[in-house]
């Protein structure tokens, strides 16, 4: 049975009109109840909804900013199978279905599913790709205003709807197999972890035997702040404000800075243009980040320091690989300053302590750290495409198993 739908709905016709003849269509506000008890004796433990749908005790999070205590009451309370929905998120993965008791953010919604929908099944549904793509057409914009989804178009949404035994046996077939796919998915990551552990090894083992015997300002022409101000948006292109985004690594990250002009270009070059064989650090958000000049049509966004690297003693990636030994990072989390944002201060960088060789002995350990880190950035690229396949896959699986578009009747584990 298809109901009459309200509205446009994009992102989700394809799949609605390719149901097995078995399959139903209802609206949301058919097959789920809003809810709107309160945690008013403060009985329930708080919960939070997480991108991934999960929901988790907030204790288990790092810490994070308490709500003021007065809101406590008119937090929601929501049971084990009810739905719980951040319609600011709804774009970002926050939706899912709770496996606990608990209250959640007054700002949320939270509905209870009627016995026509099993709760697993649910989950996977309204988190596959057709119904996340659906929440993107249905917000304004992706402002923090402009993104929520409002409760109408939630209403109207269709949804999908197997026979209950089916959406028992989808839902089982999806349980084991993300699993497995996560699991292969978890040791990617923990081999990524190891192996950015030994890139930090093999930077920090060939400095650590060496005393310090300079200052970081010795090795260079200048040391150059950026203007305390925010780069207009330029139009002709060709230039860019290089942000603490565009920089991570060791690595410069395109199109992650600002696009501007010839003539705010200039402006912001008063004390000399980046030049090739320079390094860009990154004081604050975070600190302690640095990578070469990529091209000398950059300059200095908000946050950004210049080291003109003096060419006569220092070769700029010989001080960029130092500048991510143990022994400076240490310093610059020693000396930081900053409440909530580490910020490495001028005097701190100036003055941090570095091993300042002969040339030849630095462009020797330059040539060094490039091939054994290419080795070991080889290995983490390929681990990293692994897991983005793997999400990749686990996402059309979800996708073509809660549309139909594969039968898990009669599937064995």
């Known amino acids: 049975m298809t109901?009459?739908?309200?509205?446009?709905?994009?992102?989700?016709?394809?799949?609605?009109?390719?149901i097995p003849d078995r399959w139903e269509v209802r609206r949301f506000k058919a097959v789920l109840d809003r809810l709107n008890e309160r945690n008013q004796d403060l009985a329930y433990e708080m919960l939070s909804l997480r991108s991934t749908g999960e929901i988790v005790p907030r204790s288990s999070l790092d810490a994070r900013?308490?709500?003021?205590?007065?809101?406590?009451?008119?937090?929601?309370?929501?049971?084990?199978?009810?739905?719980?929905?951040?319609?600011?998120?709804?774009?970002?993965?926050?939706?899912?279905?709770s496996t606990l008791d608990g209250a959640v953010s007054p700002d949320y919604r939270v509905f209870r599913l009627r016995n026509v929908m099993n709760p697993r099944f649910a989950h996977y549904l309204l988190r596959s790709r057709p119904y996340v793509d659906q929440y993107v057409l249905y917000t304004r914009a992706q402002t923090t205003f402009d993104r929520r989804v409002q409760q109408g178009?939630?209403?109207?949404?269709?949804?999908?709807?197997?026979?209950?035994?089916?959406?028992?046996?989808?839902?089982?077939?999806?349980?084991?197999e993300t699993a497995r796919i996560d699991t292969l998915i978890a040791e990617q990551q923990r081999l990524v972890i190891l192996l950015q552990e030994r890139r930090r090894a093999v930077i920090s083992n060939?400095?650590?035997?060496?005393?310090?015997?300079?200052?970081?300002?010795?090795?260079?022409?200048?040391?150059?702040?950026?203007?305390?101000?925010?780069?207009?948006?330029?139009?002709?292109?060709?230039?860019?404000?290089?942000?603490?985004?565009?920089v991570r690594g060791g690595k410069f990250r395109p199109g992650n800075g600002i696009a501007v002009n010839r003539a705010t270009w200039l402006s912001?070059?008063?004390?000399?243009?980046?030049?090739?064989?320079?390094?860009?650090?990154?004081?604050?958000?975070?600190?302690?980040?640095?990578?070469?000049?990529?091209s000398e049509n950059v300059c200095l966004g908000q946050r950004m320091v210049l080291l003109r690297v003096n060419s006569d003693l220092c070769v700029g990636r010989f001080l960029l690989w130092q500048i991510y030994s143990?022994?400076?990072?240490?310093?610059?989390?020693?000396?930081?300053?900053?409440?909530?944002?580490?910020?490495?201060?001028?005097?701190?960088?100036?003055?941090?302590?570095?091993?300042?060789?002969?040339?030849?002995?630095?462009y020797r350990i330059v040539d060094y750290l490039d091939a054994q880190t290419s080795k070991i950035d080889t290995l983490i690229a390929e681990a990293e495409r692994f897991i983005e396949l793997s999400r990749e896959r686990r996402s059309a699986l979800i996708t073509a198993v809660v549309t139909g578009q594969i039968d898990v009747r009669g599937q064995v584990a």
């Not at 109901?3 to 390719?18: D, R």
């Not at 003021?68 to 279905?97: C, K, Q």
């Not at 020693?334 to 030849?360: C, E, K, M, Y």
């Open 326 to 362: 143990d022994r400076v990072q240490d310093h610059f989390r020693i000396a930081a300053n900053g409440s909530t944002v580490t910020n490495v201060r001028l005097p701190v960088l100036r003055t941090t302590p570095i091993w300042l060789p002969p040339l030849g002995e630095q």
């Open 3 to 18: 109901v009459g739908l309200i509205g446009a709905h994009e992102a989700v016709a394809p799949a609605v009109a390719a």
């Open 65 to 97: 900013q308490e709500p003021d205590t007065g809101s406590l009451p008119r937090y929601l309370v929501a049971h084990a199978s009810d739905l719980v929905v951040n319609p600011m998120w709804l774009i970002g993965g926050g939706i899912g279905v």
């Open 268 to 294: 912001r070059n008063g004390a000399d243009a980046p030049k090739l064989g320079d390094v860009l650090f990154t004081r604050e958000a975070p600190a302690g980040e640095a990578c070469m000049v990529p």
């Open 153 to 176: 178009d939630l209403d109207n949404l269709p949804l999908l709807i197997p026979p209950l035994d089916e959406q028992r046996a989808i839902a089982d077939y999806l349980d084991r």
């Open 206 to 246: 060939a400095f650590h035997r060496h005393v310090p015997n300079s200052r970081l300002q010795h090795a260079c022409i200048d040391v150059v702040d950026c203007p305390h101000t925010t780069p207009e948006l330029g139009e002709d292109g060709g230039y860019e404000a290089v942000r603490t985004a565009s």
